[in-house]
């Protein structure tokens, strides 16, 4: 502001500055000059704009004073013995021979500067941008609303003071405003706040949701290969086809029943002892081992074909007990692994004929396996016939303890 101010004072030193008129066009050709060196140097910030203008105000009022005093110190013979020493600013003065000083005031449509002047008030625009920043730094005052970069409202000199508690006021007013838009703003953000982290809740809830759907659907898959569903569903078949084979073949409940043990029509085909016969074929293994029930045949196949079978014998007696009728076989089973085990069951009687192909599952308890078989040859064999076992229907490390074999023959 160095700058403007020697820029003002060399073009009154050079102008009439006795004439208010003079003066008033030289403060402003200052102002505008202000406003055209901030527009060149593209300072838009309001601040900085209403800071440089009400400086340049506060050192038009100082050197608007100094001129005063000057008139009026040069004046002071001149004026009439009874005027009053105590002259207000605004007020003119009363002289006896010199005219009266004129009301200085700036105007807006005020004429242009003389040509002779132009040089000095043309360095008024050379505001540069580090004066504007370190006046920024120096003072900070309080937001102001948009202001028109020309145009200054035309007043006197002596209202200069005066209008500095207004720009004051008008500054706060427009910090407060700038509070006011800011919180309105941060108000206005909130909802969309709210709005994407209510979208990031959504989206953690849906990944969640399909993580627990594959992991469930996973397990029913596992739990379906496993065997453990086709194992229920043919205990619940042979639970509801028990009681009319045993009606057919007109035997009671408790006679298959295996908490109170077999009756003495049954008729034991093999029990695991000395002298017991069977045979493992090329990819089976048998043998007589101690299970959780007591002593009990141990099988395992590693192929579900022939290869695996293991044939228990059927003595000839049996045989000829079973032929032309119908009868119910029984196998006492169990799992010798942690694990559910299923095997096939059919057999090979010689001249009565074979039976079906039958499949169970053997579980962690002891139970029974029975099936019907149904001979309509009367010709009693003369050789024993054979019940082929295979435990390799899910694999080759599925053992299956076999406690005993029993025949209930038909009437």
Known sequence: MSGLEAAIRNALDRAERGDGQVRARIYQSARQALDAGLRKQGVTDNLVILQQRKRLEDKIGEIENEEIDRLAQSAQPALAADADPFIEMDAPVRRSAAPAAPEVSVSVDAPPVPAAHAADIGALGGVTRSDTTADRHSETPPMAPEIAPTGYASEPVSTVAAQAPAIGETAAD??????????????????AARARRKKRGFLSHLVTWLVTIGV??????????????????????RSANRPSALNASGQGPSALSSRGGFSEEWAAIFEPKDGAVF????QAQAQIATGTEGQ????VSATPNAAGDIAIEVPVEILRELAGK???LAL????????????????DFGSLGTCSRHRFTATQEKLDALFKVSFDRTMAPNAPGRILVNSGIQGADRPVFIYSVRALPGQ
């Open 296 to 299: 009990a045949l141990r099988i």
């Open 332 to 347: 006492t089973i169990q799992s010798a692994a942690n694990q559910h085990s299923q095997l096939s069951v059919r057999c």
């Open 216 to 237: 469930v659907a996973v397990g029913c898959f596992v739990f379906y290969q496993s065997g453990m569903v086709q194992s229920i569903i043919d205990e619940a078949m």
């Open 326 to 328: 119908s009868s119910t």
């Open 174 to 191: 427009a910090k407060a405003r700038g509070r006011r838009g800011r919180r309105s703003k941060a108000s206005a953000d909130l909802p």
């Open 279 to 282: 045979r493992a074929g090329p």
